[in-house]
C-alpha cells in the first residue's frame, strides 16, 4: 500500500492519465471514496492515457459505460445499482473476466463481495486541510497485478 496527496484535480488527473498509459489488457481497478472525491475525474484520464478520444461521462444511469482505445474500458458506477443479482443482468462478471479490456469500477465498495480474487483498489479522499486536497491510496488485492502494482508506485514517485 501506499499514498500519495493531490493538491488540485489536475494532480489526480495526471496520475490518472499516466495509470492509462500503462495498463496492459485484463487489469481491473476498483475506486472506493465518497461523491466529489475524484473518482470519475480520475477515470477521464486515466481514459486519456488509454487514447480514448470520447468523453467519458459518469455511466450513473446506465452504470456501465465502454470506450474504444488503445485497449477497450468498461467504465462501471455502482452507485445506483441495489441488489448483487442486478450485477449478473449487466454482465459485470463477464465484463470483470474479459481479459482483453481495463475494467474500472466506481462504487466497488457497495459490492465487496462480488469483487474478483484480484485487483487495484484505489480509494480517493478528501483530506481535512484544503478543499482541493485528496488523498489517493493505492492498495491490491491478490497478487496478479503485483508487477503492475510496482510499476505504479513508481509512476507516482514524479
Ligand atoms: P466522484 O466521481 O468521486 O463522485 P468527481 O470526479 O465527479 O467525483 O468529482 C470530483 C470533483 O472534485 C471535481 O469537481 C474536481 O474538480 C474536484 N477536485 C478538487 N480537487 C481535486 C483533487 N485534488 N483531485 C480530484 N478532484 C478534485
Ligand atoms: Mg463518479
Known amino acids: 500500500m501506499f499514498e500519495i496527496i493531490t493538491k488540485s484535480p489536475e494532480e489526480t488527473a495526471a496520475i490518472g492519465e499516466k495509470i492509462g498509459r500503462l495498463f496492459s489488457a485484463g487489469t481491473v481497478i476498483c475506486l472506493y471514496g465518497d461523491l466529489g472525491a475524484g473518482k470519475t475525474l480520475f477515470v477521464q484520464n486515466l481514459a486519456k492515457g488509454l487514447e480514448i478520444d470520447e468523453d467519458v461521462t459518469s455511466p450513473t444511469f446506465n452504470i456501465m459505460n465502454v470506450y474504444e ?83 505504479v508506485e513508481g509512476l507516482c514517485q514524479f
Not at 73 to 86: A, G, N, S
Not at 91 to 99: K, L, N, S
Not at 121 to 146: C, H, P, Q, S, W
Request: proline share 4%; net charge negative.
Open 69 to 151: 482505445g488503445r485497449l477497450p474500458l468498461y467504465h462501471f458506477d455502482l452507485y445506483r445499482l441495489e441488489q448483487e443479482y442486478e450485477l449478473e443482468d449487466i454482465g459485470f462478471y463477464d465484463y470483470v473476466d474479459d481479459p482483453e479490456g481495463i475494467v474500472v469500477i466506481e462504487w466497488a465498495d457497495k459490492f465487496a463481495d462480488c469483487l474478483p480474487d484480484d485487483f487495484i483498489l484505489l480509494t480517493i479522499e478528501r483530506t481535512e486541510a484544503e478543499e482541493n486536497e485528496r488523498r489517493l491510496i493505492f492498495d491490491i488485492r491478490g497478487d496478479v497485478y503485483k508487477d503492475i502494482f510496482q510499476e
